[in-house]
């Protein structure tokens, strides 16, 4: 199989009258009335539902006309409007926010805002937005530039869908784009059906417009017209997303070996028990950095009022004795106590001092700085006040607590660090084929993903004797297989917290360490690399929050789990290929991943020819994913991360492919779901029920074999590309080029009449989703060029570091046809 080019793309308002300015109710105004000095806390019922954003007309609840008098008496400035409203009359006023607040001290009702100055800036912008597009359109017309139009069938019952991309010049919020699709072969653009785009932004730019959804049919489409209005109009075909026939397998081929969620302890025991059985083609290799373990300090809290809490964290942890301690608050029942810690074994008491009547007096931050203090306690564990309060209140005695880890795993699942394992398959695993680095679980709570990688560990090598084309991949390449790089939080996540991302490890400080802070902790591993890092000021991560669930770590590479990817792409250095597989959504995707949020910085597109061979590839590989239940991946979904769903800053793709130049992908799996009935797509979430799990494992499972042959084909690949120049316009004075290739591959180039080497300009891509550039010259020019493909093949198998002038040539002449 060799990858051919597919290219990408084809060829709150409130309307109102503006209010006075003028501030009306005056202080003068209220005492002159006498009713100054009734001011009264303002009735929780009576307070408005909205923040007053300046003046405003404001709803007000008299019970009759002589509220009304009242009101005027009072100078307010009152709208000619009321209605009646329950057992009173509503009329409307104009106040500010201070004025607002007077009158309700008054015991007036005093409401929302009908409108504020917040609306009256709406409006404004509004206006300047329309006046803008109307200045437009008196210019011409806007460009459209069409970037995909596809249909392509998924489940249930081979449901067809449209889906369209498509960029516009007038990118102002008022220019509405509309599809009209015709309803089939021979028919016009208008015999379909119609459907308006919706505009797509991200950090505060606009990116394209498409539906939010794929738009469901019952026709086969084979052109779109798309129009805006503001007079733009284009007209393209629609081809065929996905569905090609794939090869079957053998008869004997074999698969669905999953058949429950596993927690991590069972599939590193499977992939061990998978070495064990073909030692010929396994190898299982022990990362080096362990991780924390599934494991945490025990602890106990006391108090209810936040100044009189504190809580007790062991210095061991729970596993390790941490669970046998014991923490009591006794009040001595004797008057002039003094504040005192003793420790008995592993129960510590503390005996709460006393005033001259008996009652207790010790505080929070007494008992804390006691415990702390007393050399056997403090041997034990550590006390706290709570979140960070001074803890100034009075604490109440307490029982002897147990403290606990509050963890609640099987025994099976072991407290210590964990030993994360790799296994590597290949009939020959010396460094010499190209490797392809397959892996799960970076997030503890996406439970199908490493059932995903471990269907695909056992169909490699249950089907190498019995199915020829797995035995070529097992032959031909050098695969690695880690089924949970997130071992600590997937047993956090499948006993204790099942919503449970990061791992396990706490960084946070004593006031974010409270029991009830307990499923807060940990650090997301895939925000934790080097490459487009929160550290550097890319977005999608917090460096300072340490309970947010994208916590970058204290550091970059601060966790073991992250370390041990690195050492291992290190390490061995033939991999060159690699997927990350993640849930949910049905998503495919590639660097870059990360941007910052001022100008949308992004970290760099990969060229032209690297970007439609990940393009290419995707099209082969979400075949595979489609053929077990007929699953799509929406085109949508599909691309860069940054075009598609949004920044991971220092997440691992991008740190693999830049740092490593690893062609790596991310797979979210678990596809929303079409339901006929209501035309709604639904979402399957982290955990759906088994049977739901077990076809998004299958069906993925596809996607990595997928992968991989892709990589086999990258292997074999040994013919050059075919490049050729194409005129596309030509004007008084310039005229339009560009390139077109076999496959993908980088076209390198020259205009000044030099030898064009591999540090030549490369043809780059005309924008995001969009295909290559069009160069334009402005006298007749000689064009020397050359492609190279991803394997590395040069055109005419020039040497652009040599002599030899093996490369394409072409007069390009301005002014002639």
Not at 9 to 28: F, Y
Not at 271 to 286: C, E, M, N, V, Y
Request: hydrophobic share 35%; glycine share 8%.
């Amino acid at each position: 199989m060799r990858l051919t080019h597919k290219p990408a793309w084809p060829k709150r308002r409130a309307t109102w009258l503006a209010l006075p300015l003028a501030l009306v109710l005056t202080p003068a105004m209220l005492a002159s009335s006498g009713l100054a000095s009734q001011s009264s806390d303002v009735p929780p019922e009576r307070k408005s539902t909205f923040e007053q954003n300046g003046v405003a007309l404001m709803r007000v609840i008299v019970p009759d006309q002589a509220g009304i008098d009242r009101l005027q008496k009072l100078g307010v400035d009152l709208a000619e409007y009321s209605r009646p409203a329950g057992d009173g009359v509503e009329v409307h006023a104009v106040l500010s926010p201070q004025e607002s607040a007077d009158l309700r001290a008054k015991g007036f009702d005093v409401r929302d805002a009908i409108a504020d100055q917040a609306d009256v800036a709406q409006l404004r912008q509004e206006r300047g937005r329309t006046l803008g597009t109307l200045a437009k359109q008196a210019q011409g017309a806007d460009t459209l530039t069409p970037m995909r139009a596809e249909w392509f069938t998924s489940v249930p019952d081979n449901q067809k869908f449209l889906s369209v991309e498509v960029k516009t010049s007038d990118t102002a919020a008022t220019n509405i784009l509309t599809v009209t699709w015709d309803s089939g072969k021979g028919t016009e653009p208008g015999s379909g059906g119609t459907a308006t785009l919706s505009r797509f932004t991200d950090a505060g730019q606009y990116m394209y417009h498409r539906f939010n959804s794929p738009l469901p049919l019952n026709v086969t489409p084979t052109k779109v017209q798309i129009t805006s209005t503001s007079g733009g109009s284009v007209t393209v075909p629609v081809t065929k997303w996905l569905g090609e026939p794939r090869k079957k397998p053998s008869p004997h081929y074999v698969s669905d070996f999953v058949d429950h969620y596993m927690d991590p302890t069972e599939l590193y025991g499977r992939i061990g028990s998978l070495a064990r059985q073909f030692p010929k083609l396994t190898q299982l290799i022990d990362l080096p950095n362990k991780t924390n373990g599934y494991r945490r300090a025990a602890q106990a809290q006391f108090g209810t009022a936040a100044a009189s809490t504190l809580y007790a964290s062991s210095k061991a942890y729970g596993s390790a004795g941490g669970n046998d301690v014991s923490v009591a608050l006794t009040d001595p029942g004797a008057p002039s106590a003094p504040l005192t810690v003793q420790v008995s074994g592993k129960a510590v008491v503390v005996k709460l001092a006393t005033d001259a009547s008996g009652a207790v007096t010790s505080t929070a931050a007494q008992v804390v700085s006691a415990l702390n203090g007393d050399a056997g306690a403090a041997a034990l564990l550590t006390a706290n006040t709570y979140r960070g309060n001074a803890g100034a209140g009075v604490v109440a005695a307490a029982p002897a607590t147990a403290l606990t880890d509050n963890l609640r795993a099987p025994g099976t699942v072991s407290r210590a660090p964990f030993t994360m394992q790799a296994l590597r398959i290949g009939k020959k695993r010396d460094g010499s084929k190209p490797g392809v680095f397959l892996y799960c679980q970076e997030h503890a709570r996406e439970w199908v993903t490493p059932l995903t990688c471990v269907e695909t560990a056992e169909r490699l090598l249950r089907n190498y004797s019995r199915d020829a084309a797995t035995r070529k991949l097992v032959d031909g390449l050098d695969i690695f297989v880690l089924p949970s790089v997130n071992p600590d939080g997937g047993h956090y996540s499948m006993y204790d917290f099942n919503m449970q991302r990061r791992n396990m490890t706490n960084h946070c400080g004593p006031a974010d360490s409270d029991p009830a802070y307990r499923n807060s902790w940990g650090v997301d591993l895939n925000r934790n690399f080097t490459v487009g890092s929160a550290f550097d000021g890319y977005t999608g991560a917090s460096t300072t929050n340490c309970r947010s669930d994208t916590f970058a770590g204290p550091s970059e590479l601060s966790e073991p789990e992250a370390k041990n990817e690195v050492w291992l792409t290190q390490k061995y250095t033939n991999i060159k290929f690699a997927m990350n597989t993640h849930s949910y959504g049905g998503y495919f995707m590639w660097p870059p991943g990360a941007y910052k949020t001022a100008g949308r910085e992004l970290l760099p597109y990969a060229d032209l020819g690297t970007e439609s061979y990940f393009w290419a590839a995707s099209d082969h590989i979400l075949n595979a994913v489609q053929k077990w239940r007929g699953t799509a991946i929406w085109p949508g979904r599909t691309g860069p991360v940054t075009d598609v769903l949004y920044s991971a800053a220092g997440n691992s793709a991008d740190e693999h492919w830049y740092s490593r130049g690893i062609i790596g992908w991310d797979f979210e799996v678990g596809a929303d779901l079409y339901d006929p009935a209501t035309g709604r797509f639904n979402a399957v979430g982290f955990q759906p029920p088994f049977a739901e799990g077990h076809q998004e494992a299958m069906e993925f499972a596809n996607g990595q074999i997928g992968i991989l042959e892709v990589a086999l084909a990258y292997a074999k690949d040994k013919k050059t590309p075919r490049s050729k120049l194409s005129v596309t316009g030509r004007d008084a004075g310039a005229t339009k080029f560009t390139f077109s290739v076999n496959e993908p591959a980088t076209i390198y180039y020259t205009l000044d009449g030099s030898r064009p080497t591999l540090k030549s300009p490369k043809l780059a891509i005309a924008g995001m989703r969009e295909g290559p550039e069009t160069i334009t010259v402005d006298r007749t020019t000689e064009v020397k060029w050359f492609s190279v493909d991803i394997a590395g093949n040069v055109e005419n198998r020039y040497k652009p570091d040599g002599r030899h002038n093996d490369y394409r040539r072409e007069i390009v002449r301005v002014g002639r046809r």
